[in-house]
Protein backbone atom coordinates (compact mmCIF):
# COMPACT_ATOMS: atom_id res chain seq x y z
CA UNK A 1 0.00 0.00 0.00
CA UNK A 2 1.14 3.09 -0.71
CA UNK A 3 1.42 5.70 2.39
CA UNK A 4 0.58 8.93 2.90
CA UNK A 5 4.25 10.34 2.21
CA UNK A 6 4.49 8.45 -1.06
CA UNK A 7 1.80 10.00 -2.61
CA UNK A 8 2.64 13.97 -3.29
CA UNK A 9 5.82 12.53 -5.73
CA UNK A 10 3.98 10.19 -7.07
CA UNK A 11 0.12 11.29 -7.42
CA UNK A 12 1.16 15.34 -7.96
CA UNK A 13 1.13 15.95 -12.05
CA UNK A 14 3.80 18.67 -11.17
CA UNK A 15 6.59 16.02 -9.55
CA UNK A 16 6.94 13.65 -12.29
CA UNK A 17 10.08 14.47 -14.06
CA UNK A 18 13.32 14.88 -13.65
CA UNK A 19 14.93 18.28 -12.60
CA UNK A 20 15.60 20.49 -15.26
CA UNK A 21 18.33 22.94 -13.45
CA UNK A 22 20.98 25.58 -14.64
CA UNK A 23 23.16 28.36 -12.19
CA UNK A 24 22.14 31.49 -11.51
CA UNK A 25 22.48 34.35 -14.39
CA UNK A 26 25.37 36.15 -14.31
CA UNK A 27 26.55 37.76 -11.04
CA UNK A 28 27.78 41.38 -12.83
CA UNK A 29 24.59 41.74 -14.76
CA UNK A 30 23.37 44.94 -14.63
CA UNK A 31 19.88 43.86 -14.70
CA UNK A 32 20.34 41.04 -11.96
CA UNK A 33 21.93 44.08 -9.40
CA UNK A 34 18.60 46.20 -10.59
CA UNK A 35 16.77 43.03 -9.55
CA UNK A 36 18.51 42.60 -6.40
CA UNK A 37 18.42 45.90 -5.43
CA UNK A 38 14.82 46.33 -5.59
CA UNK A 39 13.63 42.91 -3.76
CA UNK A 40 15.54 43.90 -1.15
CA UNK A 41 13.28 46.85 -0.59
CA UNK A 42 10.28 44.90 -1.39
CA UNK A 43 8.19 41.83 0.06
CA UNK A 44 7.86 39.23 -1.91
CA UNK A 45 5.27 37.13 -1.55
CA UNK A 46 5.50 33.58 -3.13
CA UNK A 47 2.24 31.90 -3.51
CA UNK A 48 2.54 28.19 -3.03
CA UNK A 49 5.74 26.34 -1.32
CA UNK A 50 5.32 22.30 -1.01
CA UNK A 51 7.95 22.24 2.14
CA UNK A 52 5.75 20.65 4.65
CA UNK A 53 4.93 17.82 2.44
CA UNK A 54 8.64 17.20 1.60
CA UNK A 55 9.42 17.08 5.16
CA UNK A 56 6.73 14.52 5.40
CA UNK A 57 8.32 12.79 2.61
CA UNK A 58 11.58 12.94 3.89
CA UNK A 59 13.31 9.91 3.28
CA UNK A 60 16.10 9.59 5.84
CA UNK A 61 13.25 11.09 8.68
CA UNK A 62 9.65 11.41 7.73
CA UNK A 63 7.81 13.62 8.93
CA UNK A 64 10.93 15.02 11.72
CA UNK A 65 10.84 19.00 11.52
CA UNK A 66 13.99 18.34 13.63
CA UNK A 67 16.33 15.59 11.08
CA UNK A 68 14.93 18.05 7.88
CA UNK A 69 17.37 20.87 9.13
CA UNK A 70 16.66 24.51 7.05
CA UNK A 71 19.93 25.64 8.25
CA UNK A 72 22.03 23.08 6.51
CA UNK A 73 21.89 21.59 3.02
CA UNK A 74 18.52 20.03 2.17
CA UNK A 75 16.95 17.31 -0.65
CA UNK A 76 14.49 20.01 -1.89
CA UNK A 77 14.62 23.14 -3.45
CA UNK A 78 14.09 25.22 0.02
CA UNK A 79 16.30 26.38 2.75
CA UNK A 80 16.93 29.47 4.64
CA UNK A 81 19.77 30.81 2.96
CA UNK A 82 18.41 30.41 -0.24
CA UNK A 83 15.13 31.77 0.81
CA UNK A 84 17.34 35.08 2.07
CA UNK A 85 19.17 34.81 -1.36
CA UNK A 86 15.97 34.96 -3.06
CA UNK A 87 14.69 37.86 -0.97
CA UNK A 88 11.71 35.76 -0.10
CA UNK A 89 9.30 38.42 2.40
CA UNK A 90 6.46 36.59 2.88
CA UNK A 91 5.68 32.60 1.71
CA UNK A 92 2.49 30.50 1.96
CA UNK A 93 3.26 27.15 2.89
CA UNK A 94 0.85 24.44 1.38
CA UNK A 95 -0.38 22.14 3.65
CA UNK A 96 -1.39 19.44 1.20
CA UNK A 97 -3.42 16.45 1.78
CA UNK A 98 -4.49 13.92 -1.81
CA UNK A 99 -7.56 13.65 -2.49
CA UNK A 100 -6.84 9.79 -3.29
CA UNK A 101 -6.92 9.32 -0.06
CA UNK A 102 -9.60 6.39 0.35
CA UNK A 103 -10.30 8.03 4.57
CA UNK A 104 -8.40 10.16 7.32
CA UNK A 105 -8.27 13.30 4.98
CA UNK A 106 -9.18 15.43 8.30
CA UNK A 107 -6.28 13.74 10.60
CA UNK A 108 -3.86 14.14 7.90
CA UNK A 109 -5.16 17.89 7.15
CA UNK A 110 -4.49 18.46 10.91
CA UNK A 111 -0.71 16.11 10.72
CA UNK A 112 0.32 18.84 7.86
CA UNK A 113 -0.42 21.90 9.42
CA UNK A 114 1.41 20.47 12.55
CA UNK A 115 3.86 19.74 10.36
CA UNK A 116 4.13 23.74 8.79
CA UNK A 117 3.22 25.48 11.82
CA UNK A 118 5.96 23.52 14.12
CA UNK A 119 8.95 24.46 11.06
CA UNK A 120 7.98 27.80 11.34
CA UNK A 121 8.39 27.83 15.45
CA UNK A 122 11.31 25.80 15.07
CA UNK A 123 13.23 28.75 12.98
CA UNK A 124 11.59 32.21 15.05
CA UNK A 125 14.70 34.28 14.32
CA UNK A 126 13.89 33.54 10.47
CA UNK A 127 9.96 32.50 10.33
CA UNK A 128 7.30 34.28 11.76
CA UNK A 129 3.44 32.62 11.66
CA UNK A 130 1.25 35.41 10.35
CA UNK A 131 -2.90 36.05 9.21
CA UNK A 132 -3.48 39.14 8.28
CA UNK A 133 -1.45 42.07 5.93
CA UNK A 134 -0.73 44.02 8.95
CA UNK A 135 1.27 40.83 10.34
CA UNK A 136 3.01 40.70 7.05
CA UNK A 137 4.32 44.04 6.94
CA UNK A 138 5.13 43.65 10.73
CA UNK A 139 6.92 40.49 10.04
CA UNK A 140 8.91 41.93 6.85
CA UNK A 141 10.24 45.00 8.94
CA UNK A 142 11.15 42.80 11.54
CA UNK A 143 13.16 40.92 9.27
CA UNK A 144 11.46 37.93 9.70
CA UNK A 145 9.77 35.77 6.32
CA UNK A 146 5.84 36.05 6.97
CA UNK A 147 4.83 32.62 6.89
CA UNK A 148 1.24 31.79 5.85
CA UNK A 149 -0.80 28.19 5.28
CA UNK A 150 -2.44 27.57 2.33
CA UNK A 151 -4.51 24.08 2.37
CA UNK A 152 -3.89 22.47 -1.19
CA UNK A 153 -7.62 20.91 -1.92
CA UNK A 154 -10.87 20.69 0.18
CA UNK A 155 -10.95 17.06 0.60
CA UNK A 156 -10.16 17.95 4.77
CA UNK A 157 -13.30 19.51 5.12
CA UNK A 158 -14.98 16.71 4.61
CA UNK A 159 -18.22 18.17 3.84
CA UNK A 160 -18.59 20.55 6.68
CA UNK A 161 -18.00 23.86 7.17
CA UNK A 162 -16.57 23.07 11.46
CA UNK A 163 -13.28 21.99 9.74
CA UNK A 164 -13.31 25.15 7.75
CA UNK A 165 -13.48 27.19 10.62
CA UNK A 166 -10.81 25.26 12.58
CA UNK A 167 -8.63 25.06 9.80
CA UNK A 168 -8.99 29.30 9.98
CA UNK A 169 -7.64 29.36 13.11
CA UNK A 170 -4.71 27.46 12.93
CA UNK A 171 -3.62 29.53 10.43
CA UNK A 172 -4.86 29.09 7.32
CA UNK A 173 -5.30 31.84 4.55
CA UNK A 174 -6.57 30.24 1.34
CA UNK A 175 -7.75 26.85 0.18
CA UNK A 176 -7.51 25.52 -3.15
CA UNK A 177 -10.86 23.86 -4.24
CA UNK A 178 -9.44 20.80 -5.42
CA UNK A 179 -6.16 18.83 -6.59
CA UNK A 180 -5.97 16.47 -9.11
CA UNK A 181 -9.04 14.63 -8.17
CA UNK A 182 -12.94 16.27 -7.50
CA UNK A 183 -13.77 17.01 -4.22
CA UNK A 184 -17.77 16.11 -3.01
CA UNK A 185 -18.81 19.78 -4.17
CA UNK A 186 -16.33 20.75 -6.91
CA UNK A 187 -14.39 19.83 -10.39
CA UNK A 188 -10.98 19.38 -10.63
CA UNK A 189 -9.09 20.13 -13.79
CA UNK A 190 -7.56 16.65 -14.23
CA UNK A 191 -9.52 14.10 -14.63
CA UNK A 192 -11.55 13.85 -17.72
CA UNK A 193 -15.08 13.63 -16.98
CA UNK A 194 -16.73 16.36 -14.30
CA UNK A 195 -18.54 15.47 -11.29
CA UNK A 196 -21.09 18.96 -11.33
CA UNK A 197 -19.91 21.23 -14.08
CA UNK A 198 -18.25 23.45 -11.59
CA UNK A 199 -19.72 23.86 -8.02
CA UNK A 200 -22.86 22.34 -6.35
CA UNK A 201 -24.72 24.29 -3.98
CA UNK A 202 -22.94 23.03 -1.19
CA UNK A 203 -20.08 24.55 -3.21
CA UNK A 204 -20.74 27.73 -3.38
CA UNK A 205 -21.82 27.53 0.29
CA UNK A 206 -18.01 26.85 0.59
CA UNK A 207 -16.96 29.90 -1.39
CA UNK A 208 -19.81 32.35 0.75
CA UNK A 209 -18.32 30.47 4.02
CA UNK A 210 -14.68 31.51 3.42
CA UNK A 211 -15.35 34.67 2.42
CA UNK A 212 -16.93 35.20 5.81
CA UNK A 213 -13.98 34.22 7.56
CA UNK A 214 -11.39 36.13 5.44
CA UNK A 215 -10.23 33.21 3.94
CA UNK A 216 -9.13 33.24 0.15
CA UNK A 217 -10.56 30.88 -2.23
CA UNK A 218 -7.75 29.79 -4.33
CA UNK A 219 -8.75 28.44 -7.79
CA UNK A 220 -5.69 26.20 -8.91
CA UNK A 221 -6.22 22.60 -9.95
CA UNK A 222 -10.03 23.76 -10.35
CA UNK A 223 -11.88 22.81 -13.62
CA UNK A 224 -12.12 26.42 -15.71
CA UNK A 225 -16.35 25.65 -14.97
CA UNK A 226 -15.79 25.85 -11.23
CA UNK A 227 -13.42 28.99 -11.56
CA UNK A 228 -16.56 30.62 -12.96
CA UNK A 229 -18.74 29.37 -10.66
CA UNK A 230 -16.38 30.84 -7.98
CA UNK A 231 -16.18 34.35 -9.75
CA UNK A 232 -19.82 34.43 -9.85
CA UNK A 233 -20.05 33.76 -5.72
CA UNK A 234 -16.83 35.36 -4.33
CA UNK A 235 -17.78 38.98 -3.07
CA UNK A 236 -14.02 38.53 -1.95
CA UNK A 237 -10.87 38.54 -4.11
CA UNK A 238 -10.02 35.43 -5.67
CA UNK A 239 -6.05 33.70 -5.83
CA UNK A 240 -4.01 31.06 -8.30
CA UNK A 241 -1.60 30.37 -6.07
CA UNK A 242 0.05 28.53 -8.74
CA UNK A 243 -1.11 28.30 -12.26
CA UNK A 244 -0.44 29.45 -15.78
CA UNK A 245 -2.21 30.94 -18.87
CA UNK A 246 -4.02 28.30 -21.19
CA UNK A 247 -3.18 30.40 -24.27
CA UNK A 248 0.36 29.84 -24.53
CA UNK A 249 0.01 26.10 -22.96
CA UNK A 250 -3.22 24.70 -23.93
CA UNK A 251 -3.70 21.96 -20.97
CA UNK A 252 -6.67 21.69 -18.60
CA UNK A 253 -4.23 22.49 -15.66
CA UNK A 254 -3.49 26.54 -17.30
CA UNK A 255 -6.47 29.56 -17.15
CA UNK A 256 -8.52 30.14 -19.97
CA UNK A 257 -8.24 34.04 -21.25
CA UNK A 258 -11.92 33.93 -20.21
CA UNK A 259 -11.31 33.43 -16.47
CA UNK A 260 -8.42 35.90 -16.49
CA UNK A 261 -10.55 38.56 -18.06
CA UNK A 262 -12.64 38.44 -15.04
CA UNK A 263 -9.98 38.96 -12.34
CA UNK A 264 -10.01 43.02 -12.57
CA UNK A 265 -13.76 43.10 -11.76
CA UNK A 266 -13.29 40.76 -8.61
CA UNK A 267 -10.30 41.91 -7.71
CA UNK A 268 -8.28 38.68 -7.70
CA UNK A 269 -4.67 37.70 -8.91
CA UNK A 270 -3.25 34.86 -11.07
CA UNK A 271 -0.10 33.99 -9.03
CA UNK A 272 2.13 32.29 -12.02
CA UNK A 273 3.62 28.85 -11.42
CA UNK A 274 7.88 27.87 -12.50
CA UNK A 275 6.30 24.71 -13.68
CA UNK A 276 8.17 23.90 -16.52
CA UNK A 277 5.49 21.16 -18.33
CA UNK A 278 2.71 24.24 -17.68
CA UNK A 279 4.81 27.32 -19.22
CA UNK A 280 6.62 25.65 -22.15
CA UNK A 281 4.26 24.14 -24.79
CA UNK A 282 7.26 21.53 -26.19
CA UNK A 283 7.85 20.49 -22.34
CA UNK A 284 3.63 19.72 -21.82
CA UNK A 285 3.83 17.97 -25.18
CA UNK A 286 6.28 15.59 -23.83
CA UNK A 287 4.85 15.42 -20.19
CA UNK A 288 1.17 15.07 -20.29
CA UNK A 289 1.21 12.05 -22.68
CA UNK A 290 4.21 10.68 -20.74
CA UNK A 291 1.73 11.63 -17.32
CA UNK A 292 -1.20 9.62 -18.85
CA UNK A 293 0.81 6.54 -19.56
CA UNK A 294 2.62 6.40 -16.41
CA UNK A 295 -1.43 6.33 -14.42
CA UNK A 296 -2.86 3.74 -16.51
CA UNK A 297 0.16 2.08 -16.26
CA UNK A 298 0.48 2.36 -12.26
CA UNK A 299 -3.08 2.28 -11.32
CA UNK A 300 -2.48 -1.16 -11.88
CA UNK A 301 0.63 -1.84 -9.52
CA UNK A 302 -0.13 -4.33 -7.16
CA UNK A 303 1.76 -2.92 -4.35
CA UNK A 304 3.42 0.04 -3.61
CA UNK A 305 7.28 -1.08 -4.40
CA UNK A 306 5.58 -1.70 -8.03
CA UNK A 307 4.26 1.44 -8.53
CA UNK A 308 7.81 2.89 -7.00
CA UNK A 309 9.68 1.31 -9.41
CA UNK A 310 6.74 2.31 -12.43
CA UNK A 311 8.13 5.40 -11.18
CA UNK A 312 11.35 5.32 -11.26
CA UNK A 313 11.19 3.75 -15.02
CA UNK A 314 8.98 6.57 -15.76
CA UNK A 315 11.62 9.19 -14.43
CA UNK A 316 14.10 7.91 -16.40
CA UNK A 317 12.71 7.62 -19.76
CA UNK A 318 11.43 11.19 -19.92
CA UNK A 319 13.21 14.17 -21.47
CA UNK A 320 12.11 16.99 -21.46
CA UNK A 321 13.10 19.80 -24.29
CA UNK A 322 14.75 22.99 -22.27
CA UNK A 323 12.75 25.60 -20.82
CA UNK A 324 13.19 29.04 -19.67
CA UNK A 325 13.16 32.04 -17.49
CA UNK A 326 11.81 33.76 -20.65
CA UNK A 327 8.59 30.99 -21.06
CA UNK A 328 7.52 32.17 -17.53
CA UNK A 329 7.90 35.68 -17.94
CA UNK A 330 6.29 35.42 -20.95
CA UNK A 331 3.20 33.89 -19.03
CA UNK A 332 3.32 37.14 -16.69
CA UNK A 333 3.27 39.12 -19.24
CA UNK A 334 0.38 37.16 -21.31
CA UNK A 335 -1.84 38.09 -17.30
CA UNK A 336 -0.82 41.70 -17.52
CA UNK A 337 -1.95 41.61 -21.28
CA UNK A 338 -5.56 40.07 -20.38
CA UNK A 339 -5.93 41.39 -16.73
CA UNK A 340 -4.14 44.62 -16.44
CA UNK A 341 -0.74 44.45 -13.91
CA UNK A 342 -2.84 44.64 -10.88
CA UNK A 343 -3.84 41.32 -11.23
CA UNK A 344 -0.41 39.00 -11.45
CA UNK A 345 1.76 37.33 -8.56
CA UNK A 346 4.16 34.75 -8.29
CA UNK A 347 3.67 30.91 -7.11
CA UNK A 348 6.86 28.85 -7.64
CA UNK A 349 5.35 25.54 -6.24
CA UNK A 350 8.79 24.90 -5.45
CA UNK A 351 8.97 21.46 -3.43
CA UNK A 352 5.92 20.43 -5.25
CA UNK A 353 7.85 19.21 -8.48
CA UNK A 354 11.63 18.48 -10.03
CA UNK A 355 10.76 20.10 -13.36
CA UNK A 356 11.89 23.62 -13.57
CA UNK A 357 12.83 25.86 -16.18
CA UNK A 358 17.09 27.06 -16.53
CA UNK A 359 17.74 29.77 -13.94
CA UNK A 360 14.60 29.06 -11.73
CA UNK A 361 15.17 25.73 -10.13
CA UNK A 362 15.36 26.66 -6.45
CA UNK A 363 14.14 29.47 -4.37
CA UNK A 364 17.26 31.85 -4.48
CA UNK A 365 16.57 32.59 -7.81
CA UNK A 366 13.39 34.84 -8.06
CA UNK A 367 16.13 37.56 -9.15
CA UNK A 368 16.48 36.20 -12.18
CA UNK A 369 13.29 36.07 -13.63
CA UNK A 370 12.94 39.81 -12.43
CA UNK A 371 15.94 40.52 -14.55
CA UNK A 372 14.41 39.13 -17.45
CA UNK A 373 11.23 41.61 -16.85
CA UNK A 374 13.86 44.42 -16.43
CA UNK A 375 15.36 44.00 -19.51
CA UNK A 376 12.07 43.79 -20.80
CA UNK A 377 11.72 47.75 -19.77
CA UNK A 378 9.40 46.86 -16.95
CA UNK A 379 8.66 49.61 -14.03
CA UNK A 380 9.91 49.20 -10.52
CA UNK A 381 6.63 50.22 -9.33
CA UNK A 382 5.16 47.34 -11.52
CA UNK A 383 7.49 44.88 -10.37
CA UNK A 384 6.58 46.01 -7.04
CA UNK A 385 2.80 45.24 -8.44
CA UNK A 386 3.93 41.82 -9.41
CA UNK A 387 6.31 40.85 -6.33
CA UNK A 388 3.95 41.15 -3.26
CA UNK A 389 1.35 44.45 -3.98
CA UNK A 390 -0.99 42.59 -5.64
CA UNK A 391 -1.77 39.82 -3.53
CA UNK A 392 -1.46 42.14 -0.17
CA UNK A 393 -3.69 44.30 -1.32
CA UNK A 394 -6.78 41.46 -2.39
CA UNK A 395 -5.59 39.79 1.04
CA UNK A 396 -6.87 43.35 2.67
CA UNK A 397 -9.34 43.67 0.50
CA UNK A 398 -10.72 39.79 1.47
CA UNK A 399 -10.04 40.92 5.22
CA UNK A 400 -12.75 43.81 4.82
CA UNK A 401 -15.10 41.60 2.86
CA UNK A 402 -14.89 39.19 5.77
CA UNK A 403 -15.45 41.78 8.53
CA UNK A 404 -18.65 42.91 6.86
CA UNK A 405 -20.11 39.45 6.28
CA UNK A 406 -19.36 38.78 9.99
CA UNK A 407 -21.40 41.74 11.09
CA UNK A 408 -24.52 40.65 9.23
CA UNK A 409 -24.31 37.13 8.43
CA UNK A 410 -24.59 33.93 10.45
CA UNK A 411 -21.67 31.09 10.34
CA UNK A 412 -23.13 28.14 7.81
CA UNK A 413 -24.03 25.54 9.73
CA UNK A 414 -21.34 23.03 10.57
CA UNK A 415 -23.32 19.64 9.95
CA UNK A 416 -22.09 17.44 6.81
CA UNK A 417 -24.22 18.16 3.76
CA UNK A 418 -22.62 15.33 2.21
CA UNK A 419 -21.12 17.46 -0.80
CA UNK A 420 -24.25 18.04 -2.56
Known sequence: MVTHRDLKPILCCALLAAALTAPALAADDDALAHANRLLSKTILVDGHNDLPIAIRGSQQAPGDVDAYDLRGPVPGQTDIARLRAGHVGAQFWSVYIPGELKSGYARMQLEQIDIARRMIAKYPDVFRLTGTVAEVRAAHRDGRIASLLGIEGGYGLENSFGPLRAYYDLGVRYMTLTHNTHTDWADSAMPDTPKFNGLSPFGEQVVREMNRLGMLVDLSHTSADTMRDALAV??????????????????????????????????????????????????????????????????????????????????????????????????????????????????????????????????????????????????????????GGNVLRAMERAEQVARELQATTPAANSISRGGT
Open 234 to 387: SKAPVIFSHAAARALVDISRNVPDDVIAQLPANGGVLMVTFVAGFVSPEAAAVLFPAMKAFYANSSQAKSAEERRALYEDFKTKLVLPPVTVADVADHIEHVVKIAGVDHVGLGGDFDGNDLWPEGLSDVSMYPNLFAELIRRGWSDRDLEKLA
